[in-house]
């Protein structure tokens, strides 16, 4: 098919692969061996932009989710140690917006559009939301010992009903599901009072899809129920959420709570010292598995956009001649009987589950508002290329990748004190040590 124009990507030589280079040679090819099947095939009109320089220098990020009032803030700050600019915490919905909480050597607020303009930040990608997003988007900076390795992302309280669209003027669920494949962990909230899951928290959980490996569960204030109410809430949660998020086993819920006057009742407060200790010990280790993290992501990325190109071009296989396809042509062929019919040929042909090819009803969605004159077949050279990177590149890198898995000595000091301050029950020289094997990378 005729295209308008062709991107160019930039060329550059792959260096040498050593265990102290494996960020920078994964990011060289990666926009040698997977942008460019990203831009023939518009994957950026399907899902998220090709993967911005800025990102591949940051730190690990964290988003936490949570319906209004369950303690995202108190917990963000309770972790950094102290208040964030700008943070309020009450009963009624306080926090109407997504910051990003980050190292600084003072305590400073940054706006939304300056926020992703500025350099070396990794947010340049969320401007493709506008302006009402990034009016509801800001940056919260101060001098703290964890922001110095992490980056955490606040948002804001999931509503129920109109309350959560009527003045949004962005699409919440496609925010969370561009933040989710950029971030390193997500954490959900729940609160012990109010286990159920709205309509809406269940639409943004869904838009999480590809990305379960990252979720972490917090049931918080788990200190206003008793023993046996807690075990309740926690059993129903567990099945909702079985429902709900993609995992093979039901996900694991760490009971928590994380204001200041938390009773410390010795037969929940044991519990929650306990895993409180497994999350905090997972969010400190996540600098030391950065490299790891990246390549994990990087692959799920090579794979979702072949599986795309191969769902384009069949498409185009089925209705265009050798020299013409006609739009009306392509748009016939994205009914809901047609394309669940083709999404089970692709899987028949190329041996894929469901979850190897995106939401049927997403990517119709997406294909009508795409530039239908732009979609191209697979080019063998590029398949190739991004072939090559699956196969024997990711073999490559995993052969050197170091196996670290030990705290930050920053964040050591950091972390005992958390620990301390969790309870008074906790005998801080009996702090589990992490694990010496590292977390598999899935492929």
């Not at 990102?55 to 140690?81: D, R």
């Not at 009996?430 to 598999?440: A, E, F, L, Q, Y």
């Amino acid at each position: 098919m005729m295209r308008l124009f062709k991107r160019k990507t930039e060329v550059r030589e792959i260096p040498e692969l050593t265990s102290q280079n494996v960020n920078h040679v994964l990011q060289t090819l990666y926009v040698k061996k997977v942008v460019p099947m990203e831009f023939l095939h518009i994957y950026h009109q399907f899902d998220t932009p090709p993967i911005d320089p800025a990102e591949w220098g940051s730190n690990p990020m964290i988003l936490f989710l949570g319906q209004h009032s369950v303690g995202k803030t108190t917990m963000i700050n309770h972790l950094i140690g102290k208040k964030y600019p700008g943070s309020q915490i009450g009963p009624e919905p306080t926090t109407d917006c997504f910051t990003a909480v980050y190292h600084s050597k003072k305590p400073y607020e940054t706006q939304g559009t300056t926020l992703a303009e500025k350099n070396g930040m990794p947010f340049k990608s969320l401007m493709r939301f506008g302006q009402s997003f990034l009016n509801r988007f800001r940056g919260a900076s101060l001098p703290a010992t964890m922001l110095e390795m992490l980056t955490f992302i606040d948002t804001p309280g999931i509503l129920s009903g109109q309350k959560q669209t009527s003045y949004q003027g962005y699409d919440l669920s496609q925010v969370v599901h561009a933040l989710a494949c950029k971030v390193d962990m997500i954490v959900l909230l729940f609160d012990t009072s109010k286990p159920d899951i709205s309509d809406e928290y269940k639409e943004v959980l869904h838009n999480l899809r590809g990305n379960e490996e990252k979720i972490k569960i917090v049931l918080n204030k788990a200190d206003i129920v008793t023993p046996d109410e807690l075990i309740r809430v926690r059993d129903v949660l567990m099945w909702s959420l079985s429902k709900i998020l993609s995992t093979v086993e039901v996900p694991r819920v760490h009971i928590g709570s994380f204001w200041k006057n938390c009773k410390k009742e010795k037969d929940i407060f044991d519990q929650f010292a306990e895993d409180c200790q497994d999350l905090v010990m997972e969010i400190v280790l996540l600098p030391s598995l950065i490299p790891l993290r990246r390549l994990n992501d990087v692959i799920k990325r090579a794979k979702s956009v072949k599986n795309h190109a191969l769902i384009m071009h069949e498409i185009l296989s089925n209705v265009c001649s050798t020299y013409e396809c006609h739009n009306a042509r392509v748009k016939a062929q994205l009914s809901e009987v047609k394309i669940e019919q083709l999404f089970l040929d692709i899987k028949k042909k190329y041996c894929l589950t469901d979850s190897d090819l995106p939401d049927p009803a997403v990517f119709r969605e997406k294909a009508a508002k795409s530039n239908i004159e732009a979609w191209d077949k697979i080019d063998p050279k590029y398949a190739a290329k991004l072939d090559e990177f699956l196969n024997e590149d990711v073999r490559d890198i995993l052969a050197v990748l170091p196996a670290n898995r030990e705290i930050p000595t920053a964040l050591k000091s950091h972390f005992t004190h958390l620990m301390t301050y969790i309870s008074k029950t906790t005998n801080t020289d009996d702090i589990k040590t992490p694990r010496s094997n590292p977390s598999p990378v899935k492929k």
